[in-house]
């Protein structure tokens, strides 16, 4: 029933802390650290979180820009660290795409547009040139830029275009998933929600999967059909976009969403008040024993600092948070619509 | 839209540059002398004599390089008093015509920097693109490599090369390439080490696109620009280099002439005949300078993002 392309079992990632003349070793940078998830066919999951939470890192990964410390990533139920390098090349490259953050330096300054859309085309198919060009002209359509910009270079073009001409790449492979690290972030916000439009108009009419990578809670609310939110390279909760955004469960992930939102007027005379965080995320060297976001938490009590909580599953949400220890507390707040500050 | 502001359209047109009117004569005149002058330097060496298609007796040279008119020595030019038409630009200590050493020099002193630049760019592009772009060991041995020509007294080794060779053309060429290219290669070898952390390498990566590939068409395009500066100001180096070992005599041997060998050899005579190495001296300069100002103008023309300015 429900359709599995992108497994994450488990991911961790440490870099190696290195000192002194002999690069000895004195501790590890623990990036990602445990965390699992699934992407369906067809549907959104966005990873959530401030920088340094470990969610670029995350895509690089699913990419193989980046080797894994341990834990396996399932494509299709295969595992792709296990693939040989024509595997890879037949059955993982082209399926899966990606666009990046900055549309001004995802592309190389050089090239042609035209060279810049085919270029997955040319290294992954043995089509003729006069299929690539058909392609090319084909895609470009489909993400509204006119035929007659395939011999411009990038430079000569806005960031929403380029965007688009970034969309365009991926696209022309017909890929299953595309990474999605941070699509409208450089973006003005005008542009934002064509380009967001545009991908969900892609998804729809392909029926394609995303990873987002964000930090822009409206971006995400509006694009995925699941978000995880991450604190210091690991998941703290994870549920159905709309569940997530209106009844917000893990502290943080409350946080977030009060700190996202605007105030207005008559918020404030009712006596909402906006949950602000203090201090910066700690150091994921040096990560806090107990619960990792204790330091920050406005309901942190003492157990917090010492145990580490459990992932304990609350409706269809994931929450890792002591709070939901307690029986009691968990079917009150799975029945109460307005548990959350943030709730609608 | 444009009756809607037809004024605004009218007064931009010649502005479109975003340069006044006389930045752009300036600039259109900063490629066209340059590339006359190197042009005509070039067809000056080709048409020296025809005898590469049998006819040595026709040509641009008035006389035969080599021939010695004893009697006729250091004759001044013809444009000051005792000069005379017959030999235009003077006579030098054997009493052989400048114009026509200078004519035929061209041709010793160009097509040794055009090859060594050729070879050397080729070499240390390759080694340095390599290099930077794999990094690891490929790269520590490589730039170690680079370290020792670097650090290579260049004389020695041309010296070394004419005893075992002996002196010529080749010798020449070899000597100023065996230790040429290390500066290429740690130039493209630094750009490629910027180049390959930028997205759109990765994202080259992403689609699958081989190492080949992604040196040959995202890395090399990019390392272009500052290649061609440094090529263009090494015409200079190597004419200079040149001449400096056909001065030591390594290089081009007497009788046959190059720039280098004529301003080393009217450096005695200066005091009285001072055209005998300022003409040689004029060219090189001409060379050098056309080819700057000419590489500005290419890598502005090459570089996309300059192309409007």
Redesign the interface.
């Known amino acids: 029933m429900t359709d599995v392309i992108l497994e994450a079992r488990d991911l961790k990632k440490y870099y190696p802390v290195t000192k002194g003349l002999l690069q000895r070793t004195i501790g590890w940078v623990r990036a990602v650290d445990g965390i699992s998830f699934t992407i369906e066919r067809g549907k959104t999951l966005s990873l959530v979180g401030e920088s340094g939470a470990g969610k670029t890192t995350v895509a690089k990964a699913v990419?193989?820009?980046e080797k894994l410390t341990s834990g396996s990533i399932l494509f299709e139920g295969k595992d792709i660290y296990r693939f040989s390098k024509s595997q890879?090349?037949m059955e993982y490259?082209?399926r899966?795409?990606?666009v990046?953050q900055?549309p001004w330096?995802?592309?190389?300054?050089?090239?042609r547009v035209r060279d810049i859309i085919a270029?997955?085309l040319v290294?992954?198919t043995k089509r003729t040139k006069e299929e690539i060009r058909s392609r090319v002209l084909e895609i470009l359509d489909q993400v509204g830029l006119a035929p007659n910009q395939v011999d411009y270079?990038p430079?000569e073009f806005s960031g929403g275009q380029r965007q688009r001409i970034a969309v365009a790449?991926a696209l022309a492979l017909n890929p299953d998933l595309i990474v999605l690290d941070e699509p409208v972030s450089a973006l003005d916000v005008s542009i934002r929600a064509q380009i967001m439009n545009l991908l969900k108009d892609l998804q729809d009419q392909y029926n394609l999967s995303y990873l987002v990578i964000a930090h822009n809670l409206a971006t995400v609310r509006f694009m995925s059909h699941t978000v995880a939110i991450m604190y210091l390279g690991e998941i703290v909760e994870f549920g159905e976009a709309e569940e997530l955004f209106t009844r917000p469960l893990h502290p943080y992930t409350r946080a977030l969403i009060s700190a996202s939102m605007l105030t207005l007027p008559e918020d404030e005379d009712k006596g909402v008040e906006k949950i602000i965080l203090s201090g910066e995320m700690p150091s994921p060297l040096n990560p806090p024993p107990g619960c990792r976001f204790h330091t920050r938490c406005v309901e942190a009590t003492d157990k917090c600092s010492k145990d580490v909580p459990e992932v304990r599953e609350i409706g269809q949400q994931r929450v890792k948070c002591h709070l939901y220890a307690d029986p009691s507390v968990r079917s009150a707040v799975s029945k109460g619509p307005d548990a959350g500050p943030a709730g609608k | 839209m444009l009756s809607i502001m037809p004024n605004i359209e009218d007064k931009t047109r010649p502005r479109i540059s975003g340069l006044s009117r006389g930045a752009r004569i300036l600039r259109g005149l900063s490629l066209v002398i340059p590339a006359t002058v190197l042009a005509l330097m070039f067809l000056t060496a080709i048409f020296a004599d025809l005898a590469w298609i049998g006819l040595p007796d026709v040509g641009l040279s008035p006389y035969h390089p080599n021939d010695q008119v004893l009697k006729e020595r250091r004759l001044p030019p013809a444009f000051i008093e005792g000069g005379s038409t017959e030999h235009l630009l003077g006579t030098d200590n054997l009493g052989r015509d400048v114009l026509s050493r200078v004519i035929h020099g061209a041709r010793v002193s160009l097509s040794v920097s055009l090859l060594v630049i050729f070879i050397t760019a080729t070499i240390g592009t390759i080694l340095g693109i390599t290099a930077g772009y794999l990094g690891g060991r490929i790269e520590g041995f490589i730039m170690r490599v680079v370290d020792v020509a670097l650090s290579f007294p260049g004389l020695i080794l041309a010296l070394l090369l004419a005893t075992i060779i002996g002196p010529g053309y080749m010798t020449v060429v070899i000597a100023l390439s065996a230790l040429g290219w290390a500066g290429y290669a740690r130039l493209t070898r630094g750009e490629s080490l910027r180049i390959r952390q930028?997205?759109?390498v990765?994202?080259?990566?992403?689609?699958?696109?081989?190492t080949s590939?992604i040196m040959l068409?995202?890395i090399f395009?990019?390392v272009?620009n500052s290649l061609i500066v440094i090529m263009t100001l090494a015409v200079g180096m190597m004419i200079l280099a040149e001449s400096m070992l056909s001065y030591l005599g390594i290089g081009i041997s007497a009788p046959t002439a190059s720039w280098g060998s004529m301003v080393a050899d009217g450096r005695n005579d200066l005091d009285r005949a001072w055209w005998i190495s300022t003409f040689p001296g004029i060219a090189i300069g001409a060379v050098v300078m056309s080819g700057n100002f000419l590489g500005d103008w290419i890598r502005d023309k090459m570089d996309?993002?300059l192309r409007q300015l």
């Open positions: 990419l193989l820009l890879l090349k490259r082209p899966v795409q990606s990046q900055n330096s995802s592309m190389n300054p050089r090239m270029e997955p290294v992954n270079y430079h790449r | 930028s997205d759109f990765a994202q080259a990566r992403v689609n699958g696109a081989s590939r068409r995202h395009p990019n272009l996309p993002r």
